[in-house]
């Protein structure tokens, strides 16, 4: 959260008026492989209600971005703005997957892979400072 996420946002401006940050309460998120058990936490933000950002944490082995997949589209397809594009961001703190609510229909973006390459963080800041506009 505090190496990517807090960085991200300050970039994009979402820290300052007039997006009102608040935590959602984090979900506890246990998956069961053949091999092992992988537990960690989905902790969620809301900003002004159309964009949501979940960051996924897990202290062993990193969970997959996708497993949060789900639980935002339900919080997008709830969100009192339907009438808006509302739009999400996933991020494991390896990598990020923006997603966009508009008239029931979702889009995904790529995977962006921040830490590997400083194009690659730069494309994740391009997508999210346009978000900041949009819902400005």
Same mark, same amino acid.
């Given at each position: 959260m505090l190496l990517l996420? @807090?960085?991200?946002?300050?970039?994009?401006?979402?820290y300052d008026p007039p997006f009102p940050i608040k935590a959602e309460e984090s979900v506890q998120i246990t998956v069961a492989d053949?091999?092992?058990?992988?537990?960690?936490?989905?902790?969620?933000?809301?900003?002004?209600?159309r964009l949501w950002i979940i960051v996924l944490e897990s202290k062993k082995t990193m969970l997959s971005v996708w497993a949060a997949?789900?639980?935002?589209?339900?919080?997008?397809?709830?969100?009192?703005?339907?009438?808006q594009p509302n739009f999400g961001m996933l991020t494991n703190g390896d990598d990020i997957v923006f997603v966009?609510?508009?008239?029931?229909?979702?889009?995904?973006?790529?995977?962006?892979?921040?830490? @590997?390459?400083q194009s690659e963080l730069e494309s994740a800041?391009?997508?999210?400072?346009?978000?900041?506009e949009t819902v400005r």
């Open positions: 996420v @807090s960085p991200l946002l300050t970039v994009a401006s979402l053949s091999e092992e058990t992988l537990q960690g936490r989905i902790d969620v933000l809301v900003l002004r209600e997949l789900p639980q935002i589209l339900t919080y997008l397809m709830a969100s009192p703005n339907s009438e966009k609510l508009e008239n029931k229909h979702y889009g995904i973006s790529r995977v962006f892979a921040p830490l @590997s390459t800041c391009r997508v999210l400072r346009k978000i900041a």
